[in-house]
């Protein structure tokens, strides 16, 4: 299998979910009678799937390696030391997981909290804190599995793990351009985490580290939307 067919797949999904999510915005069922609520949510059903889409094509191309992928993997997982992220010898995802989270956590509620301010909004405790929750949930996975597990699975074994970590971040980044933070802040901060994301479905061959960081991260920017 040539590499470049999961890289191209993984753009053009990304590529259809940008121009969809634009539309959505204007055009969508009546869902909630929120237009704002009834759009995300319309979005959300596109986004699963579209990530139905990307893994029944790495389950095409790679069904073994995709059956090791789609799952909870190694929660404890001997993490590969990676200096420029803090990350030294002998540590493992759980603690990797858990303190780079929290650091990637604070970094994404002060860009928040500074958009928030910037945009004259005094930070408070938004209503509808279910809706944010399943949406943050689905956002989380469904981006999950389009950029890391359906993409991760058929590579691995083909080309360098750090090769793949940069292939799913550019992806990740450059989608995230007119997301919340937006622009080059938004490219550069969704890029390093779309890195360690897919560094930890790799290393621990499961995305359950890489959903709730990630599911983590929605529930802050989601909720400064509402």
Same mark, same amino acid.
């Given at each position: 299998?040539?590499?470049?067919?999961?890289?191209?797949?993984?753009?053009?999904?990304?590529?259809?979910?940008?121009?969809?999510?634009?539309?959505?915005?204007?055009?969508?069922?009546?869902?909630?009678?929120?237009?704002?609520?009834?759009?995300?949510?319309?979005?959300?059903?596109?986004?699963?799937?579209?990530?139905?889409?990307?893994?029944?094509?790495?389950?095409?191309?790679?069904?073994?390696?995709?059956?090791?992928?789609?799952?909870?993997?190694?929660?404890?997982?001997?993490?590969?030391?990676?200096?420029?992220?803090?990350?030294?010898?002998?540590?493992?995802?759980?603690?990797?997981?858990?303190?780079?989270? +929290?650091?990637?956590?604070?970094?994404?509620?002060?860009?928040?909290?500074?958009?928030?301010?910037?945009?004259?909004?005094?930070?408070?405790?938004?209503?509808?804190?279910?809706?944010?929750?399943? +949406?943050?949930?689905?956002?989380?996975?469904?981006?999950?599995?389009?950029?890391?597990?359906?993409?991760?699975?058929?590579?691995?074994?083909?080309?360098?793990?750090?090769?793949?970590?940069?292939?799913?971040?550019?992806?990740?980044?450059?989608?995230?351009?007119?997301?919340?933070?937006?622009?080059?802040?938004?490219?550069?901060?969704?890029?390093?985490?779309?890195?360690?994301?897919?560094?930890?479905?790799?290393?621990?061959?499961?995305?359950?580290?890489?959903?709730?960081?990630?599911?983590?991260?929605?529930?802050?920017?989601?909720?400064?939307?509402?």
């Amino acid at each position: 299998m040539e590499p470049l067919i999961p890289v191209l797949y993984t753009i053009s999904i990304v590529g259809f979910l940008l121009h969809a999510g634009r539309r959505t915005g204007r055009t969508h069922p009546v869902l909630t009678g929120d237009p704002d609520l009834d759009g995300r949510l319309a979005y959300q059903g596109l986004l699963l799937a579209a990530s139905a889409v990307s893994l029944g094509t790495a389950f095409l191309l790679e069904p073994e390696s995709l059956r090791r992928f789609f799952s909870i993997g190694w929660l404890d997982a001997p993490a590969i030391p990676l200096a420029l992220f803090g990350i030294g010898p002998g540590e493992r995802w759980l603690e990797v997981a858990l303190s780079l989270g +929290l650091v990637i956590t604070i970094v994404t509620s002060s860009a928040m909290y500074l958009n928030l301010r910037k945009a004259g909004i005094r930070p408070h405790l938004p209503d509808g804190a279910g809706w944010i929750l399943l +949406l943050s949930l689905s956002n989380a996975f469904g981006e999950e599995m389009v950029c890391r597990v359906g993409l991760i699975a058929p590579l691995a074994g083909r080309l360098e793990p750090t090769l793949i970590f940069l292939i799913s971040a550019a992806i990740f980044g450059f989608a995230h351009y007119r997301g919340m933070p937006s622009g080059v802040t938004g490219v550069f901060l969704a890029g390093i985490l779309g890195f360690l994301l897919a560094k930890s479905v790799y290393e621990t061959g499961g995305f359950f580290w890489a959903v709730m960081i990630h599911f983590v991260q929605d529930v802050i920017i989601i909720g400064s939307m509402f």
